[in-house]
């Protein structure tokens, strides 16, 4: 839910003049952090699962 509002939630919503609400709304970084995070996480979860075939069928 939080992830939600920090991508896109916040960049359509006015100053709340809660400070920690104005800051996900004023930021850049963190809002792409869980989805660049999640594209490497599968990445590696596939090399993975390819190590484990080629070990057991190899």
Do not use: E
């Not at 896109?8 to 006015?14: F, N």
């Not at 800051?23 to 190590?51: E, R």
């Amino acid at each position: 839910m939080t992830t939600m509002y920090a991508m896109i939630g916040s960049k359509y919503a006015p100053k709340t003049n809660i400070k920690w609400l104005d800051w996900i709304k004023d930021d850049q970084h963190y809002c792409l952090l869980v989805p660049i995070t999640a594209i490497a996480w599968i990445y590696f979860i596939v090399w993975n699962w390819m190590g484990m075939k080629f070990f057991r069928h190899n």
